[in-house]
């Protein structure tokens, strides 16, 4: 497929691009940001994502959403990031969704109406130290009559604090490491034995240290099937890790615009910094980083709705590639910006601190530029 966007995917793109600059922009996530809000983002305005479709993009037609695939999910990731826009977009409406068009109809027709409404928020309890390993999961599901009980914790579940489902990774049987034995679930936060301790990340947004002793739930909350969550958990990382670096490339883009806008107006010895080819060369280096970044990120997103066997291959490059461009992006930002580049009074500081979270979600740039070795058999 051509790596650029259809006439519907740039109708989208154009009503996102509007909405966020209109609803949730930067501006808006300062104030929100002030306001020290314990979830770290607006139910209001998911309720607009709502209104918008945005939250069913990838819910079927037959089932109340949009029927639409990893690309258009991109796309308005990408303005989500451009503009800062803090939602449970990436967690609820991409990974979540996916997570659960894995699993039987029963779980959802339970979850899809909170979702398409904008009444309901899922979180990721995926991992269980301070950096992204799901090969190590081996938070304990033990057989308890009709159903099983969790024993463990996961930490940095993003708006694990404000969620009311948790998508969780448990191990029925095998050990950590192993690839069958894992079992993913749908558990709501009011279960007796789970409880959250919700800590502020880098770029204000909310996560949870979530512990489960004995929570018991009934089989209906497997999703999949038990002992063979690998394959579920693939597809949930994959729409995740896709997902996280279309955003991360919005943060990229949205962090170049605002210094190339910043360097066209600041002087030096009385001559617009824009005009010293030292700096040209700088941001041209930075546009083709950019650009590169784009074409993966789109490639990986056409290959995992295409169903290909080599797409979570690509979806580890994208992740790779969007990650670095955007690191350099954000640098370059804060450099040319001067020392005040550092300070939050200047909007480029805040792309830098997401720039950081978003690194870590998911797997940062060298773990997945270790998967791609791994993959080609090094």
Known sequence: MPLYLNDDQKMLQDSAADFMRGEGDVAHFREFRDKNCKDGFSHDLWKKFAEMGFTGIMVSEDEGGLGLGHVEAGVVLEEIGRNLTPSPFLTTAVAGVEALNAGGKALRDK?????LSGDSVLALAIDEG??????????????EGNGFKLDGKKQFVVQGGSADTLIVAARTSGSAGEDKGLTLFAVDTNAAGLSRNSVRLVDSAMAAHVEFDGVVVDADAVIGEVDEGGTVLKRLLNAGRAGSAAETLGVGAGAMDITVDYIKGRKQFDKIIATFQSLQHRVSHLYSEMEI?????????????????????????????????TALSVKEGVQMHGGVGMTDEY??????????ALAEFMGDANYHTNLVAEMHGY
């Open 347 to 356: 909007d480029i500081g805040l792309y830098m601190k997401r720039d950081r």
């Open 111 to 115: 979850y899809f109406p909170g979702i």
């Open 130 to 143: 301070a950096k992204h390993r799901p090969d190590q999961i081996s938070m304990a599901a033990t057989r």
């Open 293 to 325: 970044a784009r074409a993966t990120v789109l490639k990986a997103q056409q290959m995992l709705d295409e169903g290909s066997s080599k797409a979570e291959l690509m979806v580890s490059v994208a992740k790779a590639k969007a990650g670095r461009a």
